[in-house]
């Protein structure tokens, strides 16, 4: 992996991702909306920045071109196919053999087989139509993003983000491929290394057509189901 194109990167996650790319010696290029440019003045001189949205198909082409890897932080802002149409330029103008990983929550599921708490589909349902009504984000895109991605035969990972919390690193989280596993229980992951998982991703080429469901490796759930394994 030589050079790599950061979608979303002056956000919270987006930065923890500049960050790791960089400390891997991999060239670096950054798309953020223009008004967010001075969030990455920390990086401006080890990266190159691209400003715009993020669904505005020429810039993505621009941004994407010579890339071996895309990482793309997918978020369904606004009613206007935000998340669906960043994903789409990206499925459409990424070199050929590139690795694409994108992120978005637990809420996406890949083959209907996670199993979700009667608490997380309600708030989802409520949250979800308040937000839509008030024309702030409409989770269905994220979900309409993601179905492209699963149908494309691009080589891509989503990785499913658990409930966040900032903090020092506590390592690569654990994964698995279904919400509702017991190693995922303790719903917790630094939104430090949910980057580093992203940014691990993109050499790891057995997690390629995977949707994997993250979570700390220091989290209870994942150490008791690490000391099962060993017994
Ligand atoms: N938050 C959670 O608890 C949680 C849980 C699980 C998974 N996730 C996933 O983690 C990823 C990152 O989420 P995050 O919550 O940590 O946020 P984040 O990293 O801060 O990213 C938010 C992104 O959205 C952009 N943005 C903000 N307002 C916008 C607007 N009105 N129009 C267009 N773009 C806008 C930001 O760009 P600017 O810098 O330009 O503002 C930034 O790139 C997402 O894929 C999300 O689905 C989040």
């Not at 969030?39 to 949205?53: F, H, S």
């Amino acid at each position: 992996m030589n050079k790599v194109c950061i979608i979303g990167a002056s956000g919270k996650l987006g930065q923890y991702m500049v960050r790791h790319c960089l400390e891997r010696g991999y060239e670096v290029v950054g798309v953020c909306r223009p008004q967010s440019v001075g969030k990455l003045d920390a990086y401006n001189d080890r990266m190159t920045i691209i400003p715009g949205r993020t669904n505005d198909r020429a810039v993505i082409e621009k941004a994407v071109s010579g890339c071996d890897g895309v990482l793309t932080v997918l978020v369904p802002w606004g009613v206007d196919y935000y998340s669906s149409g960043t994903a789409q330029a990206v499925l459409d103008f990424a070199e050929p053999d590139a690795r694409l990983v994108f992120s978005c929550g637990w809420h996406i599921t890949k083959d209907g087989r996670d199993q979700y708490s009667r608490l997380f589909t309600t708030m989802l349902a409520v949250i979800g139509k308040v937000a839509r009504l008030l024309r702030l984000v409409d989770i269905d895109d994220q979900v309409e993003a993601c179905r492209r991605i699963f149908a494309s035969d691009r080589r891509w990972t989503v990785v499913r983000g658990s409930d966040l919390e900032e903090g020092e690193s506590e390592g690569l989280p654990v994964w698995s491929q279904h919400v509702g596993d017991a190693i995922l229980k303790s719903n917790r992951t630094r939104r430090i290394d949910f980057g580093l998982f992203m940014v691990a991703a993109l050499e790891d080429d057995s997690l390629i057509h995977e949707a994997p469901a993250i979570v700390s490796c220091a989290s209870e759930s994942a150490l008791s189901a690490s000391q099962d394994a060993g017994k």
